[in-house]
């Protein structure tokens, strides 16, 4: 029981909590930043504690709203302004005092901090600015903090805040701009890609003050206009050394308050030497199933995010329907949690195997397959490309067959210098034999003789993964015929 905060507080947090389970942007911290020794808390750039919330997902920081009142109408969204629901709102202070107790009490290793908006967007992140300030500077907490970013909000603000906190993320919503404007009026794309490209520019320059060259893209920039920028900011740091030791005063005295305003009104935080701008980079959300966009385009999307933005992760939440609106799809249908998934699974081979949105899907074949993942879906597409032979195909081939991964192809190419690889070899290194065995051979021998046809392929792979489908429907890519008898005869 935590007998340190009041009810009022408790009643804020239960109404808070359960209005932020929709925002499904909650993963390990990316940011390593061990204690100092003077202030509290740490960050993780393996993760941090992990615990699972009662609709199954993990999550492992206090995720909680600022505040549930909004002044726009999105209608997919439970908090929009013409819903009738308990409206509450917390102060900087309380968040504060419920992130702290809760980290004493090592329930938490980090505050994930969304908000509706009040008044503006401006109004808003500058409530947000405060409550950060005020954990890092009067509370002294070290550890991870994901904020959202709000669409409309000056970039001073934005600025400020993303040296406070070590992700940052603003919501795409849906992936269309058309798709946009049917269920959420009040949001147009340009107001939050232009969040997004600064939050990018901004995490550039401060990565290439500090001279961290690890950038997914580098920005060049002219010569000598970069050391003229260099000196620029080195001018100031006199100025931001003397105002940390003024805030380190303040804070003792308990004025902590009182300067955040101060900084926020003289913008004296705005550069911070010490300290990477938003070092876990930024993220994004988009809502799957809300509007009629397909998995094309939708991946299509996620790739442009990754690629244009520098997004650290794009992620996926099923469309859950908590309103009566006649352009949203019936309240009661299952959210398409089969089609999150098998979108993150083809996020994952964007991100890590080197596949493109368009080898994945096309404009012919939408949507994905509800019975194999991602990969087969293409190996099955693409027989050309196989067989592969593991004692001779280069790394990004090998990556691009079912059931082998990184791991193992790593694994792989190390131990063939030194003996040549059998199918059990290959098995005690974590391939997956029972989807690889179709695309591969060893030493020029498959391990079964089996046929390179699309559909005996397919029906085999649905058959290894869910063994009571015997009988599947038609689909434009192959049609999957009854299993039979013969199939498991060598030829």
Not at 305 to 314: E, P
Request: some cysteine; proline content about 3%; glycine content about 6%.
């Amino acid at each position: 029981m935590l007998t340190s905060i009041s009810a009022d507080i408790m009643e804020k947090l239960k109404i808070l909590s359960d209005a932020a389970k929709f925002d499904v942007a909650c993963t390990s911290s990316g940011a390593s930043r061990s204690g100092n020794g003077t202030d509290m808390g740490s960050a993780f750039a393996s993760g941090i504690c992990h615990s699972f919330t009662a609709d199954g997902r993990c999550i492992s920081l206090l995720k909680i709203l600022f505040t549930n009142e909004c002044i726009y109408d999105c209608k997919y969204c439970i908090n929009r302004c013409t819903n009738d629901v308990e409206r509450v709102t917390f102060t900087p202070e309380e968040v504060c005092k419920l992130t702290v107790e809760f980290y004493r009490r090592n329930y938490i290793e980090g505050l994930f901090l969304s908000s509706g908006i009040i008044e503006s967007p401006e109004h808003t992140m500058q409530l947000l600015y405060t409550t950060l300030f005020l954990l890092r500077n009067k509370y002294h907490f070290n550890g991870y903090i994901h904020i959202k970013g709000i669409p409309g909000a000056s970039s001073e603000v934005l600025e400020m805040i993303g040296y406070l906190c070590d992700r940052m993320s603003v919501n795409l919503e849906l992936p269309t701009a058309e798709g946009l404007r049917a269920v959420a009026p009040n949001k147009a794309r340009k107001n939050i890609l232009t969040p997004m490209r600064f939050i990018q520019n901004g995490i550039k320059d401060s990565r290439m003050y500090h001279g961290n060259s690890s950038m997914k893209n580098r920005m060049y920039i002219d010569e000598q206009a970069y050391y003229e920028q260099m000196a620029e900011i080195k001018d100031s740091t006199a100025r931001l050394s003397e105002y940390h030791r003024s805030l380190r005063v303040a804070t003792d005295c308990g004025k902590a308050d009182k300067l955040a305003q101060k900084s926020w009104e003289s913008g004296l935080s705005i550069k911070r030497p010490d300290r990477y701008y938003v070092p876990a980079g930024q993220s994004t959300q988009m809502i799957v199933g809300a509007t009629g966009e397909s998995d094309y385009q939708i991946i299509s999307v996620a790739e442009a995010m990754y690629n244009r933005f520098d997004m650290k992760r794009v992620f996926y939440s099923a469309f859950v329907n908590v309103n009566m609106d006649e352009s949203l799809p019936g309240i009661g249908q299952p959210p398409p949690l089969k089609r999150e998934h098998r979108l993150y699974q083809a996020d994952f081979l964007m991100r890590f195997y080197g596949f493109k949105a368009g080898e994945l899907l096309s404009e012919d074949n939408q949507n994905f397959n509800d019975y194999i993942d991602p990969k087969c879906q293409w190996a099955v597409g693409h027989l050309e490309c196989f067989p592969v032979e593991i004692m001779t195909a280069d790394y990004y081939t090998l990556l691009r067959v079912p059931g082998i991964g990184t791991n193992s192809v790593r694994r792989i190419i190390k131990a063939r210098k030194h003996a040549k690889l059998s199918f059990t070899d290959l098995k005690k290194m974590g391939v997956v034999l029972k989807r690889a065995l179709y695309f591969i051979t060893c030493d020029g021998r498959m391990m079964y003789n089996t046929k390179l046809d699309e559909s005996y392929i397919t029906r085999h792979l649905i058959y290894n993964e869910r063994p009571d489908t015997m009988l599947l429907a038609d689909n434009k890519s192959c049609t999957y015929e009854q299993m039979s008898i013969f199939d498991f005869i060598s030829e």
